[in-house]
DNA sequence: AAGTGGTCTAGACCACTAT
DNA sequence: TAGTGGTCTAGACCACTTC
């Protein structure tokens, strides 16, 4: 059945990634735009769009006059850095039980680095909500997230444990829709090592950002923790302007 | 002047990027599709090409029903990790003046991990380059590549210092593609620390990746290790199938 | 020479924002 | 309601690979 959103292209990306994971593809070869086009009563050039993004995510290669082939090694990515939303989802992803407790949820001043991320003055106040992810009852990640006070609509948040974007649109009628990240390899403090359950010391790796919404106002900033024993992050390298 | 390759799409983008980096908009605020697509001459399709690459890479934002507008955040960004190809040209975006020395340069009997990353047997023979980038006197980067000796297709490989994909184009005729990354933080051992000229046991980043031709043939493997004082990554994360 | 992906055009209509 | 970006169509021609 053909209906608007999602959109076409979107369900005839999903269709043929369906096809693909479920290897209905004789020698990884996918069949050309125009017949693609045909079958699914589309326009090539929405063909296109679908299988422009199943290449930028890796799932397809494409070579100008041979033709589109399926990409095993790319599809072998579970965690792709650039597209990382909910923590739960990538331990779902990497095949773990995921859940989630909340360790703060209360409002501060706002320190110096978070009112420079979120161009606060002195003085202004900040949500701060720390979480941590677990597998089973082991912790991976743990994340600490501020938020203006100025931007929480009412008093009654709550849903503390739901993924910060999801919070965002719930508590604050905003949506989220980038990350501008900074990838840092720590050595992790007392504090964080005993909330990750680890020795302090031990080795990780992790995430300074800032999340815009789509006024690109700056409305959140995040410091993730990663046990790096637990959770690698990949992605795929272009060259640029490709 | 009009003219094929560079596309159409990518002269319009260094058009408008042009403007963007000279502030050559009021307000931030780029013009219409419509608008510009008539005063360049081209379809809207080739300006919406064109926009599209300038969002992916955060120069720009836009906002539907209202208009395009210029990211200033995202214009910040110096090193795009998604991006980034030569070192030498990273540390030039950091205002360094690069310069690269070759420390080995030599053929080796393949080892377990490269051989799986490279799909090679047991026995096969690859060429071990490894490189520091340095600005004036400083080390920053130290890499690691090792392409399979069976690509090589003459004896006279006389610059060792050229970026590893120009390596690859000039003495084995193959095209990088791109890579597939992971991102380890790392504590450096007594060599790699030697190296970078730092106390063994510093905490630094490192990438372990594999490097695809246009067939998907791996044809490189490649580690590097990277000062953390020193040069810091970012990247834009975004919602997930945008 | 035949087939395939890459680029580009011109135009239609929809969804959303601003006023 | 006017203006703007988002989606989609149908078709043309080019560049490259394969045989």
Redesign the interface.
Known sequence: MITRNPSLT?QVKAHIKEQIVNDEFADGRIPPEATLAEDLGVSRTTIRDALG?LEHE?AI?R?QGAGT?V?Q??LQ?KS??????SYEQVLEDHGYKPSVRVLTDEIFPVNPETAEALQLDEGDEVLVIEKVFLENSTPVVLTRNRIPAALLLGSDRKRKDLPIYEYLEEYCDRR????????????LDADQAAKLGVKEGT???SFV??G?D???E?IVHATSYFR?DLL??????????A
């Open positions: 979107d993004k890796g290669y070579k082939f990409n090694a790319g990515i792709r850095l650039e597209e990382i939303w989220l829709s980038y990350y501008l990240s900074e990838i840092v390899p720590v050595s080795l990780g790796l950002e800032v815009y789509q006024n690109n700056a790096d690698r992050f990949r992605l795929i390298r272009r060259r640029a302007g």
